[in-house]
């Protein structure tokens, strides 16, 4: 595989694994992350394993930050084959008790961050005449659940974003790809927004997963790979989702039965 990839948030977790995963497949990489030093840290691993990379500096809230970025990569490699929107950050709690602030925080990442990489990039490879976007959302986007309000909203947001742009980029040879997972072994929470209570329940969900954020690079990168546009890539979450999809009401009551054990109530 010969392609040029730029994914963000590539200094660390499910971006890091993205990185080396298509690096070790033949792959040009573009790191970029908030943290330089981060990315330069990954650039140097894919580099010292024999691939190819440079890293970038981004911020994915800022318009001139993402206009110097495709400048930076105009100018390496003309443009890009791959683009993975995947830096992100994370929150919980009662909806009620979350700042309007934090809201504004959460949706200018999630989702405008996503936005913004598909505004930038997505014209150039237009004109090359393909390539494949992948927005990297969340389970929460497809099944809300109590206490991801702001999350869920935004990575909902993401999946919709995908789905219109497939309509409008793939009959003009663009591919779109959105990833749905649930809790992976990864650092999510290093800018965790929220209740304390809801960390600590997120961080054990984190640490009692079977998969890691390598596991859930390699499911990715096959999916993609085979044009797959919707990319669930734990099985537990497949079912999950085809629970919701079909019987609703039964999906909504197994959630409450969940909250209630967590929060030490009868099922």
């Not at 990185?19 to 573009?30: Q, T």
């Not at 997972?181 to 929470?189: G, I, K, V």
């Not at 999950?240 to 909504?252: D, H, L, S």
């Amino acid at each position: 595989m010969s392609k040029t990839v730029l994914i963000t948030g590539a200094g660390s977790g499910l971006g890091r694994a993205l990185a080396l995963r298509y690096a070790g497949l033949g792959c040009r990489i573009g790191v970029a992350d908030l943290d330089l030093d981060r990315a330069e840290g990954v650039r140097a691993e894919i580099e010292a394993a024999g691939g190819r990379a440079l890293a970038f500096h981004v911020d994915i809230t800022q318009d001139s930050a993402w206009s110097l970025l495709r400048e930076q990569v105009n100018a390496a490699w003309h443009g890009i084959d791959v683009l993975i929107n995947n830096a992100g950050v994370a929150s919980g709690g009662a909806t009620l008790e979350a700042s309007i602030a934090d809201w504004q925080w959460m949706l200018d990442v999630n989702l405008l961050g996503v936005v913004r990489g598909c505004k930038t990039f997505a014209p150039d490879m237009l004109q090359k005449g393909g390539g494949q976007i992948i927005n990297i959302a969340s389970f929460a986007g497809l099944a809300g659940a109590p206490g991801l309000s702001s999350y869920g909203v935004a990575k909902g947001g993401v999946v919709s974003l995908s789905e219109g742009l497939r309509g409008e980029f793939e009959p003009r040879g663009l591919k779109v790809s959105v990833v749905c997972p649930a809790f992976f072994q990864t650092n999510l929470l290093e800018n965790f927004r929220g209740s304390e209570r809801m960390r600590s329940t997120a961080a054990k969900l984190m640490a009692d997963a079977r998969e890691s954020a390598d596991d859930i690079a390699r499911a990715i990168v096959e999916a993609a790979e085979k044009g797959r546009f919707l990319i669930i890539p734990t099985a537990t979450e497949r079912r999950r989702w085809w629970m919701k999809r079909w019987f609703p009401e039964y999906y909504y009551k197994q959630v409450q039965k969940m909250v209630s054990r967590r929060q030490g109530g009868k099922a």
